[in-house]
Each structure stands twice: as C-alpha cells, then as structure tokens.
DNA sequence: GCGATTTCTGTGAACGTGCACAGAATGGGG
DNA sequence: CCCCATTCTGTGCACGTTCACAGAAATCGC
C-alpha cells in the first residue's frame, strides 16, 4: 500500500479576506495584533482564518521585513563533539532557551563535510536567519569568512585564535587552569605534572600557561608531557610518559576529563593508587568526570551558560546595541570529587 | 571599546545587472546555471557578482519557488535525550548526511518547553522547510498535529502508537528480541527468563513477543516478569520476584540496557556471579552496556540508519514517489560483550 | 448641524526572485 | 535577399506579505 502526498496549497492572507469580505489590510491587522480593528471585522476575520486554515507566511512576511526572527547555530566537528561531548547539547539548550526568551527561532546547522560547509554558506547568505552563534570555528574557517563579509550579527562560543575581535564567550582556561592546580598543590602534592594536549588551540595552551602560572619556580618541563589531542587515547600515552620520566610523581593536571580517565588507566596498570599515591585532576566536568573510578575532581564548564551568553551577544547586535568586543568570560567552579 | 553593527543592505540581482549591463533574466539564468547565455554576458555578470558581493536572498527564491530546499528535523524532550542518549547525536547525522547528499539543508529544531511548541509549530507553518523529520514524538503531539494540517512530508523516528498510518522508520523489536533470546539460548542456558518491561508501548509488548516466538513450547509463563519503564529500579525489582518464583534461572533476557544493570545489581545481592550462574542480555546498546560490570551483550540500535532512513522517506515524498505506509524497519546486530 | 478629531478600512507599492513569453540578434541554406 | 531555426536577451507578472497613505465612517464638542 502506498500514498501520493496530494501538496495541497496553503491559504493565503487573500482568501481569509475574501472569505471574511474584508481587504487584505484588515486581515493583516488582526494576524499582527495592531489595534484599529472593529469587534465584528475581527470576529469575522478569526472565523475565516479558521475555516479556511490559514497560516502566514513566513517566507512572504520576512522577504519584506527582511528579517527571519531566527537564529543560526553552527556546529562544526560534530562527529567528535556530538558523540562524545555533552557539552555541546547543553550550550544548545542555554542558547535555544535565551533566544526563545527572545522569540527568536533557533536553527541548529550542522557542518559534517565540506559539501555542507558551502551549503551552509548559501543557507546563512540567503536571509533565513538574522543571527549567527558558532561553536568551535576553526582557524580560517570558511563560515567565519562568509559570515563576516554578509556582515551578519555573530557571537562565538569559543573562539578560533585568528579572530579575538570578534564577539565571543568562553571561559578563562588560563585562569580555571591555575585555580583548578593551586587546589591539587593544597593537597599537599609535591611532585604535580601536566598532561597536556592540543597546544596548537588556544584552550589548551591556556590550560598549560595557567598550570606553570600556578607553579611558579617550582615548575618542572620534566613533569610536562603533551599529547595532540584531548582523548582517552592520549591520556594513557601521556601518563606512561610522565610515570617514565619522573616515577616519583604524586599528582596529575590533565588537559581534560578525557585525558584523565586515560591517566587513570595507566596509573592502575602501573599499580599506583589514585588518590592515595597519586592526585589525579582533570578539566570540562563531563561525563567522563561522574563514570571513572574515583570519579573526577574537575573544573566545570558552565556549558548552559555559554549557550546563553552567545545567544544574548547576538540579540544584543540585533537589538542595535553597543556589543563588548573581545568577549565574556564565564566563571568556571571547581567540582573536587574524589580522585584527588 | 564598542562597535555598532552597520547593517549594510544587500546587493540584489537587479543590481548586478546593472552593473553588468545586462537584464534581470539574464543574470537569473547564470546564478541558476541555464543554458543560452553568452560566453560575454556571462563574464560580466561574474565579475559583478563578485564586485558587488551579491548572493541569492533564498527568503524571496522560496516565496516564489514554493519551496526551501530544507528539511527540519525535530527533537523533543531534549533534556534526556541530548545530555544522556547518545542515539540522538548520531541519527541527527545520519539524517544530515542523507540530506546533504540531496542537497537539502536540515535544520534542527528544539522543542524545550511548551513555547517552544508553539514557536516551532509557526516556524514549519511558515514555509521554511519542505519537510519534517521527528523523534520521540509523543503521543498527541501538538507538533504532529500541525505537520498534520499542512500536509508537510513527514517521516518519524520510531512512531508514536496513536500515527501507524504515518511515514517512520524503526526497528523491529520483535525479530530483534527473538534473535538475541536464541542466541542467549545457544550458550545452553536451560532456563531463561525475560524482564519485560513497558507492555503498554509497543516497543515494550514487541519485544516480549518476539522473546516468546524464540522459546517456543519451552515458554514458561513463570519465567516473565513484567515492570511498568525501562528502569534500572524496575530490573532490580523484576530480578527479584524471577528469582522468587524460579531460584534456578540461569538466563534472563532484560527489556532495555538499564533494566538489565538492575538486574545484573539484583544478581550481585543474591549471590549469583554473571555470567557463571546466570547469563543476561539487554536492549539498545546504549550507555549503560558498557558501564556495568560485566559489560552487557546487547542489541545495537542503528541511530545513525535510523536517520539517514528518514531523511530517505521524506525525500522520497518530496520528489512525489510513492512511500511505504507503515514504516522501514530496519536491522539490529547483536553485540555480544561479556554479560551472557 | 458642522468642522475636527478619532477610529476604522481599502488600495497600491514594494520586497527579490523565477518563469513564461516576446522579441532581437545570429547564422545558414535555398 | 529572404526565410527559418537557433541562440540569446529583456519585460512583465506572480509569489504572499507589510506598510504608508488615502479615504470612509463614527464620535465629539460647540
């Protein structure tokens, strides 16, 4: 069995006039809630709207508003980011809800391949939406690029390194970094190394700058290995390194959860105990954070937070007003749990 | 410092013919890549575009096309879904990358709240999406309503019991359930049981079914227990009374991943090893299977299939060929860990 | 009862595109 | 030289709104 969708066509603001034997004016009062509109003509205008089941058009009306009332939200990367990190729905949520505040729809784009990265440049081009909220561009991203020259209100969640003009909110890695450490040094550690991961993106090289900042002369290159990226992977690699090079290590500064739970592992299969002989901190208070065993002390990212703050950067440009260049950081709360 | 976003007007089609000396239709033929148009012409109107940064205002193309070449792709109930089930994150690629092959743009719409709905429900009304994917609809969704009365293409991932006449594409729980209860049987298990769980959705009754085809006239209607959600406490507690009413169980089949951890936890408290003394197996694959101790075998659910199959259905509305009624189901693997 | 308001309604233009159609060039063939 | 087919180009209309404006109807003050 099968069914041939009949596309009937819609009801336009015409028919309810004529259904109602008003102008099309009239109708379009009553749609908007604009005042100067008699008793009878609205009641008449709402029972042909009914009757005849119309809907306006959004493609009509934001033609010659020329606005949409929606915002675009860019995800790049998604494979890694959607799969594993929850952040990202969570900065989803916080933007959809202060854009909704706002009665502004929010579009979410996804770009998988680079047949979507131009795809996604038409559809940004095309006036569908009014506002843009990117996470995690990369550097020389080619949206950015097409954003910038529509000119189009944008807000970063994060920020690609070649564009610290742009407005953006993130968090100060540097600063939760040299926190998140001074707390693993009260503890008592003697011995504190890093693992540290992607310094060829801003966040990690903060996290590494605010580590040395936080052990000033007791800084050690020996206690630092670095690993490419934040994975689970290359926690272990960076942990057998560090256990290696200086076996009297009594505490770990991990670029990431991810990372940590990896530390973890090598740290158990060299048969040290976490958090009795070593101190294991990590950074994002993931999921990884609650499932490894001890679970993770950890630096939280404020990920609703970050969605809400971008939405309100756009808004902010949309509404015509003076937007802080440089950007909004967010506090990030240390969660201490029991790996360290 | 401060910067006033200076919203510069676009540059329309009429504009670069102007500037290329040339007409309307002219330009219009390049942009959509018609043929008869001089190599002259066509040179001109390129380096116009490209002077006067024109791009096509999709707003106006789709009030006069009748369409958006988009499709939305609807998520309800984000808070669970997007912070724990990693299901989603997938079909939502699946279904992009089956879009993005058809060159259409999917746009993500989240629904969070009831103004949500109604926001949402205004946005599809209004013409900017040909199509509409949707998960997790419930049951008397307002949303499905709309999509309904617009005679929107539609396809949804699983269905809602009140729309089996509407486009979805699932799996089939029953097939799936017999075939992980076989090959639970296989290990030469003498007396298998099933948590059932949910019996008034038909995910739920399905899957009791098909554990009822796999065991044929050894069927024991004393070796199901029924518990009302797929809950870890509802597997604790249907563990229980299995093992009340049959101490010698010694394989149980559980509804869904989290029910079986609860299961595996009842086990533990009675002092049957897993899966020494009792093998168990669970449904989705989900988080939860690799998290307990011992890891659960378990049946895969195809999330990113999913997707990518949904997109097909819509599109296959789209292009105005026929659609299956009743829905796509589609193949479940077996991933057997170390629970059974 | 009449002008001055206030409230209400209808009309035409515009938004930026695609498309059908008409018409202008071009190029051959007779 | 004319006719016809082919290739190319320009024009007007339609899509469904909103908005400014003009004009009609009602209300009011004197």
Redesign the interface.
Same mark, same amino acid.
């Given at each position: 069995?099968? %069914?041939?969708? #009949? &596309? &009937?066509k !819609?009801a336009t603001i015409h028919d309810v006039a004529v259904e109602a034997g008003v102008s099309r004016g009239t109708v379009s009062r009553v749609v908007n809630d604009e005042p100067y509109v008699s008793a009878s003509a609205r009641a008449a205008i709402e029972a042909a709207i009914e009757k005849v089941?119309y @809907?306006?058009?959004?493609?009509?009306? %934001? /033609?010659v508003m020329q606005r949409?009332q #929606?915002v675009g939200f860019i995800v790049h990367e998604?494979?890694s980011l959607?799969?594993e990190d929850?952040n990202i +729905?969570?900065i989803? /949520?916080g933007a959809? *809800?202060a854009l909704?505040d706002a009665?502004y729809?929010?579009?979410?784009?996804?770009i998988?391949?680079e &047949?979507?990265t131009a !795809? @996604?440049a &038409?559809?940004l081009? +095309?006036?569908?939406v009014d506002g843009v909220i990117i996470v995690s561009a990369r550097q020389h991203d080619p949206i950015t690029r097409v954003v910038e020259? /529509?000119?189009l209100?944008t807000a970063f969640v994060g920020h690609p390194p070649d564009l610290r003009d742009l407005p953006f909110v993130g968090i100060d890695n540097r600063r939760s970094a040299r926190d998140l450490t001074e707390r693993l040094l009260a503890t008592g550690r003697q011995r504190v190394g890093m693992i540290a991961a992607a310094l060829d993106r801003d966040s990690g090289a903060d996290r590494l700058a605010g580590f040395t900042d936080a052990l000033g002369e007791r800084f050690d290159p020996a206690l630092v290995a670095s690993v490419p990226l934040y994975a689970y992977a290359a926690g272990v690699e960076g942990m057998r390194e560090l256990l290696h090079r200086s076996p009297d290590i009594d505490g770990v500064f991990a670029a990431s959860d991810a990372v940590a739970a990896g530390a973890l592992e090598a740290l158990r299969d060299a048969g040290r105990s976490v958090p009795g002989d070593v101190g294991v901190v990590g950074f994002d208070d993931s999921a990884w954070a609650r !499932?490894t065993q001890p679970p993770l002390s950890t630096v939280h990212q404020p990920a609703s937070g970050l969605g809400a703050g971008a939405a309100e950067l756009v808004l902010q440009?949309l509404r015509?007003e #003076? *937007?802080?260049?440089?950007g909004l950081l967010l506090h990030t709360p240390i969660v201490w749990r029991a790996s360290a």
């Open positions: 069995m099968v %069914s041939v969708p #009949a &596309r &009937r !819609r089941g @809907v306006p058009n959004n493609a009509a009306r %934001s /033609l949409s #929606a998604p494979h959607f799969l929850p +729905g969570e989803l /949520l959809n *809800t909704s009665d729809q929010m579009v979410c784009l996804i998988d391949s &047949r979507d !795809r @996604v &038409r559809y081009s +095309g006036g569908f020259k /529509l000119g209100p !499932r440009q015509g #003076a *937007t802080p260049v440089g």
